[in-house]
């Protein structure tokens, strides 16, 4: 079975841009072709991730993308999962690596999420939830992960300051990425005095509506070798989704995360004690909390502690970096885009292009994408640059 | 119970399970094998899979296990923002999400709620979809 690896990566700025969706695509693409034989010569099929339609009144962006890539007559799709859509894109691209379809997929993501304002984004956001019963109750995105926030500080020893202090590790990372939205540092009065968007949960807790592409070129590794790229490989793939509705799931055990996770280091070989850094979904601060004891990396109740260094974290914990882009929080989380810019990421960090941003040694990464609230869906990538065990 | 002569009396459809909440009766699925609560009552059970799925009436009381307050409504209910809003944990069982008919800061985790329900408004009428339209609405109040 061929083994897929990342060739190359692009993506477009993020953030209020003056460009539709399908011209931030195009500078995305131009950016991981820079150097390489053009699209039509090397992708055979396209998956594009796209959370709304209600942004652009736009479907069809596997077709129309297709299109802007110059690729007329291949098998290309749009993939739906809200805020999951990217990384579902970039596993259908794996599977056809891996079973011998293709040689190279393009895994790509787009939103133009600015068009409407911010109640467009909340209106369209709000579509993710159930609407018989949810939807109808005026909930929202960032009152979601607030109930689930409200329930973690709760039952664990964390507090409000603990969850700023997440945003503010988050915004000093991505101080150090030139692509982030956020590139500035922030202190914790800053966040716990900003204004309340749904308690405990305040404006600096949430994760920016901004625009954004990206790309992600996924090839065989003699492929990726025949053209001269830096290579990274994507040796595990996982994907859960779970009840819709968050009242019906357990609501700090993220089961579909787990699950996601445990299913791509099984196939990778690994554990999560191998993880070097990992991109988490911390479209809240609390996220980042949830996911970290759902990935493995620390002991229930004490994810909250990422942002201080590993040696005084809870015992337990490993020593993983967790979202050294500024995470979704200040990197930006342009929804379709997301889980791919967190395949940038990485690809970035394991082949020595992450600048002074970088992890030192880090070898092993663990992506982790979700739609919906919480793990609705949730996909984990493990990518590596080591020998396969 | 098989679900594939399913209509909109079943109760397990969206349309049977709110006539029934129209009429106060709150209308839970629980696996026949697992006895798992589904609210909205459903034809399978997502704990174990089984499609023995009965509709029993549920409790309309049940305790707050957390709760929020929207500052940043959809379009659709601008109007009402800020509103409170909790995941309940009924006396049977089952979880719901729902408004609670309190202030904010007046409600704690644990706290007493009933389940109430009322017809929709005309705004809400305004926003819903042609097969929504006499949905009723569920509220929390504090007991
Ligand atoms: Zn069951």
Redesign the pocket.
């Given at each position: 079975m061929p083994e897929p690896v990342i060739a190359s990566v692009g993506a477009s700025s993020l953030g209020r841009t003056d460009l539709p969706g399908r011209d931030l695509f195009s500078v995305a693409l131009a950016e991981a072709f820079d150097g390489l034989p053009d699209p039509a010569e090397l992708v055979e099929a396209m998956y594009v991730g796209n959370q709304s339609e209600s942004y652009e009144h736009q479907i069809m962006y596997g077709t129309l993308l297709a299109e802007w890539a110059g690729l007329r007559h291949v098998p290309a799709e749009r993939v739906e999962g809200c805020a999951a859509a990217g990384a579902l894109a970039l596993r259908h691209a794996v599977k056809d690596v891996r079973n011998g379809e293709h040689e190279a997929v393009l895994a790509c993501g787009v939103e133009k999420m600015t068009s409407a304002g911010t109640s467009g984004a909340t209106d369209a956001l709000s579509a993710a939830f159930d609407r018989a019963l949810e939807q109808r109750s005026g909930i929202t995105a960032p009152s979601q992960y607030a109930l689930l926030a409200k329930r973690y500080l709760h039952e664990t020893d964390a507090t409000e300051r603990d969850l700023a202090e997440i945003a503010v590790k988050n915004h000093a990372n991505a101080a150090r990425n030139p692509r982030a939205q956020f590139p500035k540092e922030i202190d914790v009065a800053t966040v716990l005095e900003s204004a309340p968007i749904a308690p405990p949960l305040k404006l600096y807790d949430c994760a920016p509506v901004g625009d954004g592409a990206a790309v992600v070129l996924v090839t065989t590794a003699e492929l990726a070798a025949d053209l001269d790229c830096p290579q990274v490989r994507i040796a595990g793939t996982g994907a859960s989704a779970n009840n819709i509705a968050v009242a019906e799931r357990d609501m700090t055990d993220i089961a579909g995360a787990r699950i996601a996770a445990e299913t791509a280091y099984e196939e990778a070989g690994i554990d999560a004690a191998a993880v070097d850094i990992a991109e988490v979904h911390d479209a809240f601060t609390v996220c980042e909390a949830l996911l970290a004891e759902a990935a493995g990396f620390a002991p229930a109740g004490t994810g909250y502690q990422s942002y201080q260094a590993p040696a005084e974290r809870a015992d337990g914990w490993t020593d993983v970096q967790l979202s050294p882009s500024g995470g979704l929080k200040a990197r930006g989380h342009p929804i379709g885009a997301t889980g791919l810019l967190q395949a940038l990421e990485a690809y970035e960090q394991l082949t020595g292009g992450a600048g002074d941003r970088a992890v030192e040694g880090a070898e092993t990464a663990l992506l982790l994408n979700e739609g919906g609230v919480a793990d609705a869906v949730t996909v984990g990538h493990v990518l590596t640059t080591a020998e396969a065990p | 119970m098989t679900a594939g002569n399913l209509d909109a009396t079943d109760s397990r459809t969206l349309p049977g399970f709110f006539d029934a909440l129209a009429d106060g009766d709150l209308l839970g699925g629980v696996?026949a094998?697992?006895?798992?609560v589904l609210l909205p009552p459903r034809p399978a059970?997502y704990?174990?899979?089984?499609r023995a799925v009965d509709v029993e009436p549920q409790s309309r009381e049940g305790r707050v296990f957390s709760y929020t307050e929207v500052h940043t409504p959809p379009p659709a209910f601008a109007a009402d923002a800020p509103y409170t809003v909790a995941v309940v944990e009924l006396t049977d069982g089952g979880r719901l999400l729902g408004r609670v008919a309190a202030d904010y800061a007046d409600v704690a985790i644990g706290d007493s709620v009933e389940l109430t329900v009322r017809e929709p408004t005309a705004a809400e009428r305004e926003v819903a979809l042609d097969y929504e339209t006499d949905w009723p609405v569920h509220i929390f109040e504090l007991r």
């Open positions: - | 696996c094998d697992c006895e798992q059970c704990a174990c899979g089984s």
